[in-house]
Each structure stands twice: as C-alpha cells, then as structure tokens.
C-alpha cells in the first residue's frame, strides 16, 4: 500500500512539478490563440465567407465552433487566472478544486473521471491505454456512486 501512495505521490509531482512550470509559462499565448478565435468566429465577416461557400458541411462546423469557441475561451480565461495567480502547485490545485465547486455536478464528475483515467494510466506504466483507463474510472464509478443510490 505504501508503494502503492508513493507512486501516486510521484505521479502528482512530476505532474504538477512540469506542467506547473510550462502551464505559468504559456498560459498567455493560450489566452491569446483562443481570444484570436473567438474574435474570428464572432466575426460577421466570418458568417458571410461560410454562406458564400457552397455546401452545407462548413455551414454546420461554423454553428458548432460559434457554440464552442466563447465556452472554451471562458474556461482558457479561467486557467489562466488561477494559473497565474498560483505561487505553487498546491496554491493552484486549491483554486481549481474552488472553481470545480462552483460547477454543476456533471461538470465535476466530468473532471474528475477524466482526472481519474489519467491518473490510471500513469499509474499503468503504459501497460493501459487512455480508453482503457477512463473506462476503469467509469467502472470505479458507477460501483461507488451511482449503486449506492439504487
């Protein structure tokens, strides 16, 4: 068991320790790449260029990503801020368990369950896939949470 946290441990630590570092260093350039998006999907001249092509696939992308762009550039906004308001990495994993808290609870069984199937496969030692890991999380789930209510 107690090889089994210090693997956990290790796993949060490269983590963070990396991601921390590049995420801080980066995380304007990501702020300004989706901004740059959403101004282009936003744009009316945008809407005009995909109704003068012809067909009806671009049509539909365009509806999609006018949907999705505004959500993501909020959520790249949000990262950004907590990123750079973090002095160190259990400063900024505090903030994004705050902000998950104000989620709805999809969007934090969401989170979690992606977490969780990261977090299997780097535990894995690349012995599983990624789809293999979230459908362990998945499973872990529904045994823990969702049998309980039935």
Not at 21 to 44: R, W
Not at 50 to 70: H, R, S, T, Y
Request: hydrophobic residues 55%.
């Amino acid at each position: 068991m107690k090889k089994f946290i210090k693997r956990i441990t290790d796993v949060f630590a490269v983590f963070f320790g990396k991601e921390f570092k590049f995420l801080k260093a980066n995380s304007a350039a990501a702020v300004k790449i989706t901004e740059a998006l959403k101004n282009i999907v936003e744009s009316p001249l945008a809407r005009i260029v995909v109704n003068v092509i012809p067909g009806e696939l671009d049509n539909m992308l365009f509806d999609k990503a006018q949907k999705i762009v505004p959500v993501i550039a909020a959520k790249v906004a949000i990262a950004h801020g907590i990123i750079q308001a973090g002095s160190s990495n259990a400063a900024v994993l505090a903030s994004i368990i705050a902000e998950l808290q104000k989620r709805n609870k999809d969007a934090r069984v969401g989170f979690w369950l992606e977490f969780s199937a990261r977090l299997n496969q780097a535990l894995s030692d690349g012995k599983m896939t990624l789809a293999e890991a979230a459908a362990l999380a998945q499973l872990a789930y529904v045994e823990l949470y969702e049998n309980k209510s039935k």
